[in-house]
Protein backbone atom coordinates (compact mmCIF):
# COMPACT_ATOMS: atom_id res chain seq x y z
CA UNK A 1 0.00 0.00 0.00
CA UNK A 2 2.81 2.13 0.42
CA UNK A 3 4.72 4.09 -2.25
CA UNK A 4 8.07 5.10 -1.95
CA UNK A 5 10.04 7.62 -3.32
CA UNK A 6 13.65 8.66 -3.28
CA UNK A 7 15.60 11.64 -4.53
CA UNK A 8 18.96 13.43 -3.81
CA UNK A 9 21.37 11.22 -6.25
CA UNK A 10 23.44 12.03 -8.70
CA UNK A 11 27.07 12.74 -8.94
CA UNK A 12 29.37 13.33 -5.94
CA UNK A 13 33.14 13.79 -6.54
CA UNK A 14 35.60 11.34 -4.26
CA UNK A 15 35.35 12.47 -0.95
CA UNK A 16 32.27 14.13 -1.05
CA UNK A 17 29.07 13.82 0.81
CA UNK A 18 25.46 13.41 -0.53
CA UNK A 19 22.08 13.27 1.47
CA UNK A 20 19.52 11.24 -0.25
CA UNK A 21 15.93 11.71 1.00
CA UNK A 22 12.35 9.08 1.04
CA UNK A 23 9.19 10.21 1.23
CA UNK A 24 6.73 7.18 2.08
CA UNK A 25 3.03 7.87 0.89
CA UNK A 26 2.11 6.64 4.16
CA UNK A 27 2.64 7.68 7.80
CA UNK A 28 5.92 6.09 8.74
CA UNK A 29 5.20 5.67 12.29
CA UNK A 30 2.69 2.73 10.80
CA UNK A 31 6.11 0.63 9.35
CA UNK A 32 8.28 -1.41 11.25
CA UNK A 33 11.69 -0.65 9.30
CA UNK A 34 12.47 2.00 7.33
CA UNK A 35 15.66 1.37 5.45
CA UNK A 36 18.18 1.83 2.42
CA UNK A 37 19.42 -0.28 0.12
CA UNK A 38 22.09 -0.58 -2.52
CA UNK A 39 23.26 -2.15 -5.91
CA UNK A 40 25.88 -1.48 -7.65
CA UNK A 41 26.80 -3.32 -11.78
CA UNK A 42 27.89 -6.55 -10.98
CA UNK A 43 26.99 -6.95 -7.64
CA UNK A 44 23.94 -7.68 -5.55
CA UNK A 45 21.76 -5.60 -3.38
CA UNK A 46 23.16 -5.17 -0.14
CA UNK A 47 22.27 -2.99 3.11
CA UNK A 48 23.23 -0.04 3.57
CA UNK A 49 20.99 1.31 6.72
CA UNK A 50 18.10 0.97 8.23
CA UNK A 51 16.07 2.39 11.34
CA UNK A 52 12.93 0.87 13.28
CA UNK A 53 10.25 2.36 14.62
CA UNK A 54 11.49 2.37 17.62
CA UNK A 55 14.93 4.53 16.48
CA UNK A 56 17.36 1.24 16.44
CA UNK A 57 19.98 1.73 13.79
CA UNK A 58 21.67 -1.23 11.37
CA UNK A 59 24.48 -0.31 9.03
CA UNK A 60 26.21 -2.28 6.28
CA UNK A 61 29.68 -2.74 7.01
CA UNK A 62 30.72 -0.66 4.01
CA UNK A 63 29.15 2.48 5.16
CA UNK A 64 29.50 1.86 8.80
CA UNK A 65 31.25 5.43 9.99
CA UNK A 66 30.43 7.03 7.30
CA UNK A 67 26.69 7.23 7.19
CA UNK A 68 23.36 8.21 9.18
CA UNK A 69 20.05 7.53 8.54
CA UNK A 70 17.42 9.32 10.02
CA UNK A 71 13.79 9.89 10.13
CA UNK A 72 11.25 12.88 10.28
CA UNK A 73 7.97 11.44 10.85
CA UNK A 74 6.17 14.46 10.50
CA UNK A 75 7.80 14.38 6.96
CA UNK A 76 6.97 10.84 6.30
CA UNK A 77 10.25 11.17 5.22
CA UNK A 78 13.63 8.88 6.06
CA UNK A 79 16.98 10.20 5.17
CA UNK A 80 20.75 8.64 4.31
CA UNK A 81 23.99 11.42 5.05
CA UNK A 82 26.34 9.90 3.45
CA UNK A 83 29.85 11.08 3.88
CA UNK A 84 33.68 10.82 2.52
CA UNK A 85 32.05 9.07 -0.63
CA UNK A 86 33.92 6.68 -2.66
CA UNK A 87 33.70 5.22 -5.75
CA UNK A 88 32.74 2.22 -4.62
CA UNK A 89 29.60 3.32 -3.06
CA UNK A 90 28.28 4.20 -6.79
CA UNK A 91 24.91 2.54 -7.03
CA UNK A 92 21.56 2.39 -7.65
CA UNK A 93 20.03 2.96 -4.26
CA UNK A 94 17.20 2.11 -3.05
CA UNK A 95 14.27 3.32 -0.13
CA UNK A 96 12.88 -0.11 2.12
CA UNK A 97 9.75 -0.35 3.92
CA UNK A 98 9.07 -3.29 5.61
CA UNK A 99 6.32 -4.50 8.13
CA UNK A 100 6.32 -7.62 10.12
CA UNK A 101 2.19 -9.01 9.55
CA UNK A 102 1.53 -12.10 11.18
CA UNK A 103 -0.36 -13.74 8.58
CA UNK A 104 1.76 -12.78 5.50
CA UNK A 105 5.54 -12.64 7.47
CA UNK A 106 7.52 -9.49 6.55
CA UNK A 107 5.87 -6.95 3.38
CA UNK A 108 8.27 -5.09 2.09
CA UNK A 109 8.01 -2.14 -0.09
CA UNK A 110 10.78 -1.21 -2.73
CA UNK A 111 10.75 2.43 -4.13
CA UNK A 112 12.16 3.13 -8.14
CA UNK A 113 15.53 3.82 -6.98
CA UNK A 114 18.03 6.94 -6.92
CA UNK A 115 21.62 7.12 -9.19
CA UNK A 116 24.61 7.87 -6.87
CA UNK A 117 27.44 8.25 -8.89
CA UNK A 118 30.64 8.88 -7.13
CA UNK A 119 33.60 10.39 -9.54
CA UNK A 120 36.40 13.08 -10.16
Known amino acids: QVQLVESGGGLVQPGGSLRLSCVAS????????MGWYRQAPGRQRELVAT???????NYGDPVKGRCTITRDNAKNTVYLQMNNMTPEDTAIYYC??????????????WGQGTQVTVSS
Open 96 to 109: NAARGDIELGMVRT
Open 26 to 33: ISISNIDF
Open 51 to 57: ISNGGAV
